[in-house]
């Protein structure tokens, strides 16, 4: 208990603490991309792995929480070292640029952290809850467009002989809108640079950074912050710009069809 109380406590332990959830947090983003990255293969595959991870039931919600715990831990650490940065500095440093020789990434870590919390918040309406699609479903109702096919989000649809909630179309469907897109790419973006210094400092807390390798270690972050950018960004881009096409039988008339066929009671609700 005393171990716990002085993690908290002390700015080690907070830092120690940081770098602690920051790393469970860069292996959720790491896994959840390489999931999300079977939107270019068959529509089975990412809906099956969706059905999958639903189907876990109380252990997806202790993931969930346990992540929660993670975001919530770091970012209250984060504001508690800034806040004790801050009154150690001294009036003497006031209105000194401190920063003028750090790297960019770690200059901004707040505002990309703020923009990444917002991102998360806005993404778990948008895919999570579908809160977000509300205002496209009216409009799908009132023109039956091409975002008429958000109408069918809410339906399951039909693989290997199962019902299951449609992931494949809903991030196609998405990832259509032009600003929901611009919004992802400028997140991921300020996501990637976030960790290009987080996990570099992740390092120097573990004691894990020491001189001799630190070219090494920067080169090694950058490179990885660069593959996780272009495979975040690959997927609103290609999608966005028609480079990625949404497989035959995916389109709204199609889903229709096959649910009508397998559950008929669906489509009358
Ligand atoms: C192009 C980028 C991304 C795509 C296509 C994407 C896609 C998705 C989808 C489809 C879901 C809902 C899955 C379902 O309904 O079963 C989801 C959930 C989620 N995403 Fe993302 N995501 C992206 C980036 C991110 C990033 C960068 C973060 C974190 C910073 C993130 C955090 C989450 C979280 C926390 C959930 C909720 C997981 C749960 O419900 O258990 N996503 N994402």
Known sequence: MNLVGSLFRSSIGRKFLMAVTGLVLVGFVTGHLVGNLQIFAHPDKING???????????????????????????????????????????????????????????????????????????????????????????????????????????????????????????????????????????????SLHLLHGVDSMFQTFGLRNHSWVPFLRRVVSLLCLAYLVGNVAIPGAILTGMAKPAAGTTAAEKLAAVAVAAPSVVQR
Not at 80 to 87: D, H, I, T, Y
Not at 92 to 115: D, F, P, Q
Not at 147 to 158: Q, R, Y
Not at 177 to 184: E, G, H, M, Q, T
């Open 49 to 191: 792995y969706a059905h999958f991870l639903q189907s876990l039931g109380p252990a997806l919600w202790a993931v969930r929480l346990g992540l929660l715990a993670c975001v919530v831990i770091h970012v209250w650490a984060a504001v508690a070292l800034a806040l004790e940065n801050k009154s150690a500095r001294g009036p003497e440093n006031y209105g000194v640029i401190k920063w003028l020789n750090a790297a960019l990434a770690s200059r901004y870590m707040k505002h990309t952290g703020v923009v990444i919390l917002a991102f998360i918040v806005y993404h778990l309406a948008h895919f999570t809850v579908g809160a977000a699609q509300a205002g496209s479903f009216k409009t799908a109702l009132a023109e039956h467009t091409m975002a008429g096919d958000f109408l069918l989000l809410g339906l399951p649809i039909v693989a290997k002989g199962q019902t299951v909630h449609d992931v494949y179309s809903m991030v196609y469907l998405g990832f259509a809108n032009p600003v929901v897109s611009l919004f992802y790419i400028i997140a991921v973006a300020l996501l």
